[in-house]
């Protein structure tokens, strides 16, 4: 049943101690707003990261040529490696458990497409049948570039969803034909990807056509590779192997950490995880410890409290007050600034989130916290801070009234 | 038939004796001693004292004699060490916190010298604190608070806080509020203590008319004439009763004849 009495005079001795309840509410306040800012923060990390991961396939290696910085076999340091097809045939052939691989030719600048009167330029790479994986594409119409595509030299384009809307509007762009670069593309595809919304701005062709056309050569720029559901340990043996037979090909030491770079992307994405697991146990610790100082600040303005209204309980006991009522009355002031304070705070937090959430900063996305995390936390400082007030609220009720009412 | 007569202090031995009055308290060899780490102190020492139904009793004493400490004993606000208390029949030994409390609040109404009111809350708030602690609906203690106020001539300053009150205007607040609860005995602390000679005068009246009404009186003063408004001088010495003694010219008292 409400208590109007008991209410008024909580909010009474609230109103009687303005500062004092401010500045413990304060506490309360900011330890919530920033265990909420903290949890939100280190989601964004997350998700920011998984977000940057979110258009690779997690089971990917990739590899990139570098330069050497170790003599080998009398061979100087700074000598360029370069790939080529025969790279790719060596991943394809020699190794066990590559799921799907592809090679990357990437034509330099971006390249001017023409359709009617539009005039567009796009980033546009010569790519493998197995890019597709490697990418996590999903066509949304027609179909990828095949092998047939490759051994056919076909002038055919897989173009991303951004580039579609770019320049075909609303027009169904498959099998339209598409100046690529000055030559005449049929586009058979159309490919959308989760995540940065860059990587559906890329033009894809056939690597045997792009390598025939633009280069006439058989170099490569980049290689990857997926795994399928290979277990982490075996993904950096082959790592390792594919390392060693490059080195043996191209002639370079395999302690060269700069001829060629790989990129485990499911170790590196471990790597992160472990790394943002570790920011959150350092965030539940901040976040936890500010909690303790706004327990600890209740607690101490309870004792206050108590301390103040001693005299007061004095009366009280004398005209028929049992040591329940005080314990309620404390215990129920605590309650109130805690709750006020946390769900302020966490209100506050929450809206703070909701304003940087639209913040797009690399590695930062989505500064979100579970609202129910958010209400646990607050509903553990509320009891927390209850707790911190039953212990003066004890001492309230065993006060003697006649020690009480000599209080100053 | 009822009527009401004076009476001589031998007599009303005689009448204590062979008209058993009502005992509202009863002491036998009550003592009580504070005690620090290094020293004891022994305020009562033993006291025997009973009190009848309706009396209007005053203690006094010199300062340090124990008549404070015998007031919170029987005011059930200090414990005593040894000793039989009995308050309307009933045994005050070894009372649990919230039996006192319920005690204090069903039987007591209590007076002080600083008249002890919340100065947070009005006039009537105050009255109306005591009924709080028996869980009388808010209006029903509005109401009632009300009532006892108008008794002591402070209707019209119900809503005023203590501070807008006078010494004797908040000392008539706090004998409401004792009465409120309609308790068997008010016991009062130096009541007029810190008032002037005319409003001490209003408020022994007021105790007077209490006591009229068949609620016991009790009061610690200092003052002979406050003294000698009452029935009854109880005198304490060193914690042990040193007098008792009847006021001949307002000794009356309530008996079937």
Known sequence: MFDYDKWQEIFASIQRHKLRTTLTALGVFWGIFMLVLL????????????????????????????????????????????????DYDLLIDHFDGIEHATGRFYLRGDQLLVYKDKELSFPTRGVHPGHQQVEKSIIIRGRYINQRDLDEYRKVAVIGKEVAASVFGN????????????????????YYEEGNPNEMRIVYLPISTVQRVYAGTKTLHQLMITTGDMPLEEMKALEKEIKMAMAARH???????????????????????????????????????????????????????????????????????????????????????????????????????????????????????????????????????????????RQAARIHPVVAMKAD | MKAKIGVSWSLLHLINRNHPIDKMISLKKIRKAYRTDFT??????????????????????????????????????????????????????????????????????????????????????NVALPLYYQRVDRNERQKKAREYLERVGLLDWADHLPTQLSGGQQQRVAIARALITQPKII???????????????????????????GITVVLVTHEND?????????????????????????AKLSINV
């Not at chain 1, 959150?280 to 976040?287: A, T």
């Not at chain 1, 215990?331 to 109130?336: R, T």
């Not at chain 2, 406050?226 to 307002?250: C, F, N, P, V, Y």
């Open chain 2, 40 to 125: 004891t102190l022994e305020v009562l020492k033993g006291i025997d004292l009973e009190i009848a139904s309706g009396e209007f009793v005053s203690i006094m004493g010199s300062s340090g004699s124990g008549k404070s400490t015998l007031l919170n004993v029987l005011g059930l606000l200090d414990d005593f060490d040894s000793g039989a208390y009995h308050l309307n029949g009933e045994s005050m030994k070894n009372l649990s916190a919230k039996e006192g409390a319920h005690f204090r609040n069903r039987l007591i109404g209590f007076g002080f010298q600083s008249f002890n009111l919340l100065s947070f809350k009005t006039a009537d708030e």
């Open chain 1, 171 to 190: 027009e169904n762009p498959i099998g339209k034909e598409l100046k690529i670069g000055g030559i005449i593309y049929t586009v058979v595809g159309e």
């Open chain 2, 226 to 250: 406050i003294a000698e408004r009452t029935k009854r001088t109880i005198l304490l010495k060193d914690g042990l009763i040193e007098g008792d003694q009847m006021h001949m010219s307002t």
């Open chain 1, 251 to 393: 002639q370079f030491a395999l302690a060269d950490p700069r001829a060629i770079w790989m990129s485990n992307m499911g170790v590196q994405f471990q790597e992160y995880q472990n790394f943002f697991r570790a920011i959150r146990i350092f965030v539940w610790f901040v976040g936890i410890g500010s909690i303790i100082a706004g327990v600890i600040g209740v607690s101490n303005i309870m004792l206050i409290v108590v301390k103040d209204r001693t005299r007061e309980i004095g009366v009280r006991k004398a005209l028929g007050a049992t040591p329940r009522d005080f314990i309620a009355m404390i215990f129920q002031e605590a309650i109130v600034i805690t709750g006020l304070a946390g769900c302020g705070g966490l209100a506050a937090g929450v809206g703070v989130l909701a304003i940087i959430s639209d913040l797009e900063v690399q590695y930062f996305r989505n500064p979100e916290i579970n609202i129910w995390v958010g209400l646990a936390a607050t509903l553990v400082l509320i009891l927390a801070g209850a707790l911190a007030g039953l212990l003066p609220a």
């Open chain 2, 187 to 213: 016991l009062a602390d130096e009541p007029t203590g810190a008032l002037d000679s005319k409003t001490s005068d209003e408020v022994m009246g007021l105790f007077q008319d209490v006591n009229d009404e």
């Open chain 1, 39 to 86: 949890l939100g923060a280190g989601n964004g990390l997350r998700n920011g990261v998984e977000y940057e991961f979110q258009d690779d396939a997690l089971n990917s290696i990739w590899i990139r040529r570098g330069v050497t910085s170790m003599e080998y076999q009398g061979l100087p340091e700074g000598r360029p490696i370069s790939f080529d097809n025969e």
